[in-house]
């Protein structure tokens, strides 16, 4: 009798095991078929696989209730409609661009911020004892360590991201300088858009018109070498003229000492920057 039970209970340990393998197939490894051919006379039809349908040679109504039937029915239909759905999206990722398509190339424009963060002044020298025994020297030791810092990190964030020098920064200074000024001299504004910032530009621009409303043309040189080029202090010649070709202003045989302060600046997230005028500070 316990043998006679334990074959039955074996039985339908196998039976299960059948029914529920077709249930749950591994959607890796099947493909879908219609739902209508899904139920054919209590029989449940899982997927194709390797081309041919697997049938179960079981019945289902005598292992399960009608309610888990219909819930695994139920069940077996999502499954085939994530799987359509999974191959249509898959025919779509791998379809090719149509031939007709037009390509939109990504253009990056270089804005400026429009402002100078901590102008630059120049520090008065102040005396030793004044310095080191005195709490406004004090407050003036620790303002200059803070700038000194400051532009040490700025360096080296130039020299990591640009290649940067200070011998390379003073030569492309001086061209900028000499280029700027001939510019506004001659009047080319096309040519001096692509070497000065966008406020800059709108403020060149309005010098320019205030002075072609007084002067005709302009005579501007530069005497080189350069005195000085961290504050650029250079010699310079200058001479205005009026429509009929008369002086108005200066003298193109002097030399004048002449005393500019001119922030430049460079972008360090655009490969290939230049550097450009982005103000003149007032001494």
């Not at 030569?171 to 510019?183: F, G, V």
Request: charged share 25%; net charge positive; glycine share 4%.
């Amino acid at each position: 009798m316990a043998l006679a039970r334990f074959g039955a209970i074996r039985r339908l340990h196998h039976a299960f095991q059948s029914s529920s393998s077709l249930q749950f197939p591994s959607i890796s490894r099947c493909s879908p078929i219609y739902p209508n051919s899904i139920i054919s006379n209590s029989i449940i039809r899982g997927y194709s696989h390797h081309g041919s349908i697997v049938d179960s040679s079981h019945k289902v109504g005598g292992i399960f209730s009608p309610k888990t039937i219909n819930s695994m029915l139920v069940f077996s239909v999502k499954i085939l409609e994530l799987m359509v759905h999974a191959d249509r999206a898959r025919s779509m990722s791998t379809s090719k661009v149509p031939v007709g398509a037009r390509q939109v190339g990504l253009k990056v424009t270089m804005l400026s911020p429009g402002f100078v963060y901590e102008p630059y002044t120049p520090r008065e020298p102040i005396p030793f004892w004044k310095r080191w025994f005195t709490p406004s020297g004090w407050r003036r030791t620790k303002e200059d360590i803070i700038l000194e810092m400051k532009s040490a990190y700025a360096i080296t964030r130039l020299r990591k991201v640009a290649g940067y020098t200070k011998k390379l920064f003073y030569q492309q200074a001086i061209r900028l300088y000499k280029e700027i000024n001939t510019l506004m001299a001659n009047g080319d504004t096309s040519s001096l858009r692509k070497v000065v910032t966008e406020k800059m530009y709108s403020t060149l621009k309005n010098e320019l018109k205030r002075r072609e409303s007084m002067w005709s043309s302009v005579h501007w040189e530069l005497v080189e070498p350069v005195v000085s080029i961290r504050t650029l202090r250079a010699r310079m010649k200058f001479e205005a003229y009026d429509a009929k070709g008369a002086v108005v202003s200066g003298d193109r045989t002097k030399e004048v000492l002449v005393k500019d302060i001119w922030v430049f600046e460079r972008s360090l997230f655009h490969p290939g920057a230049e550097w450009r005028l982005c103000a003149r500070l007032s001494i």
